[in-house]
């Protein structure tokens, strides 16, 4: 079934199963398995790094059900990071594609006030955004919480931008995947921009994959600032290949700069889950080195884009 056929299911059959035994039943497993499986199927290609789930509550009826997709990049569940996501109002009058926060995450961090930093951070996401936000819009989104209090109302703070879809008039599959694949292009214009380094909290990412997105993903993998650090610490600030060390020729201001490489070819990666090593699996290079080893048949050859060098020199 397309995208659309099951957001209509959704819309037209959870009043009455919310009055219905939760365990077992037909539309919390749409919700938990069937949706998801039509969201990855409308998505081109095969992006590994996606992580598709969607959720009727967790023992008993949400208030609001959901269906998520999460970059494990930045989180693999719905209680932290940010991410887009079906949210369907409590009233089942209509359901919105947002990009939005995890609002587990802010409540355990700003407590009282996790609405206002939720709206905060979903400014500053926009700013960063700018233009690219459309044809999605910023304007606030309605999920009509039955209190102050329930996860729906969260979701209303933590939105970033979003398109609506009123349950009488859900658009044609071709506009649903439309949409879909344009607000994963806004998730990761957020990514690239280093949105998520500052919510995540990983010593080391775990999960890379060979893909389609190949050089984006590497990236990623290179802005995790924990990680970035710790290499740095381990092999310090002098480029691998040519030698040159940013603090001896900025001073003070080129103190501790310089930019961490990932060496290992994600070809060899295919089909595994690793921990990366900071020594093993990353060069320090400065910002002209980094490049230029891009260009190259096999970016780990650090050998060779020094012996470049050399013979440039020569």
Not at 74 to 95: C, H, I
Not at 147 to 153: C, F, P, W
Not at 189 to 197: H, V, W
Request: charged share 25%.
């Amino acid at each position: 079934m397309p995208i659309g056929g099951h957001l209509l299911d959704v819309l037209n059959g959870y009043a009455l199963a919310k009055n219905e035994t939760f365990e077992g039943h037909a539309l919390a497993q749409k919700i938990r398995v069937e949706l998801p499986k039509s969201i990855r199927a409308a998505l081109p290609g095969e992006d590994l790094l996606l992580l598709i789930k969607g959720s009727a509550g967790q023992g008993a009826w949400a208030r609001g059900p959901w269906a998520a997709i999460f970059d494990r990049l930045v989180t693999n569940s719905a209680q932290r990071g940010f991410y887009p996501v079906y949210l369907f109002a409590e009233d089942m009058k209509g359901v919105y594609l947002s990009l939005n926060q995890a609002m587990t995450e802010a409540k355990k961090r700003y407590r009282a006030d996790a609405k206002t930093a939720l709206r905060a951070r979903a400014e500053n996401f926009r700013a960063m955004l700018g233009s690219n936000i459309q044809p999605f819009d910023a304007n606030a989104i309605n999920l009509a919480p039955s209190s102050v209090s329930n996860d729906t109302a969260f979701y209303e703070a933590g939105n970033i931008c979003s398109v609506y879809y009123p349950a009488d008039k859900i658009p044609a599959e071709s506009a649903l995947v439309r949409d879909l694949v344009r607000v994963l292009d806004l998730y990761r214009i957020l990514i690239e921009a280093g949105a998520g380094d500052e919510q995540n909290g990983q010593e080391e990412l775990e999960i890379f994959f060979e893909g389609d997105g190949r050089a984006r993903t590497h990236l990623r993998i290179e802005r995790n600032r924990k990680l970035v650090a710790r290499v740095k610490k381990l092999k310090g600030c002098r480029c691998e290949a040519c030698d040159m060390s940013f603090s001896e020729r900025y001073g003070e201001l080129g103190v501790d700069f310089i930019e961490a490489h990932h060496l290992v070819p994600f070809s060899q990666l295919k089909g595994n889950a690793i921990p990366l090593d900071p020594v093993a699996d990353f060069a320090v290079l400065c910002a002209n080195c980094h490049r230029m080893v891009h260009r190259m048949k096999d970016i780990a050859d650090i050998n060779g884009l020094r012996a470049a060098l050399q013979t440039n020199k020569a």
